[in-house]
Nanobody, 121 residues
Framework: QVQLVESGGGLVQPGGSLRLSCTASEFTFSSYAMSWYRQAPGKERELVAFIASAGSRTNYADSVKGRFTISRDNARNTMYLQMNSLKPEDTAVYYC??????????????WGQGTQVTVSS
């Protein structure tokens, strides 16, 4: 059964750091583009960061550029999100997503269950 499991969330003070992990199982992780999304209470889910399957290309939401770093270790089937200089507005549930489109156009799209990040003094 395909699984994406996030970990590393928690409570941190403003200005602090956290590192989220997303560990994948039961699919070919290295073939999938990976992303981090977040959803704050009362708001829509938004894309935070993206990394291509080989890790050669990354993109970030403007709100996190320069503070967050996305990375992946295909040998460990794991993706990371290093979050520095955290702000209260970063408080949200963070989700990882794996997505691939094969040569037929079939979309494979998996989500994790989310991990809570709370930034508060």
């Amino acid at each position: 059964q395909v699984q994406l499991v996030e970990s590393g969330g928690g409570l941190v003070q403003p200005g602090g750091s956290l590192r989220l992990s997303c560990t994948a199982s039961e699919f070919t992780f290295s073939s999938y583009a990976m992303s981090w999304y977040r959803q704050a209470p009362g708001k829509e889910r938004e894309l935070v960061a993206f990394i291509a399957s080989a890790g050669s290309r990354t993109n970030y939401a403007d709100s996190v550029k320069g503070r967050f770093t996305i990375s992946r270790d295909n040998a460990r089937n794991t993706m990371y999100l290093q979050m520095n200089s955290l702000k209260p507005e970063d408080t949200a549930v963070y989700y990882c997503r794996a997505r691939r489109v094969d040569f037929r156009g079939t979309v494979y799209d998996y989500w994790g269950q989310g991990t809570q990040v709370t930034v508060s003094s």
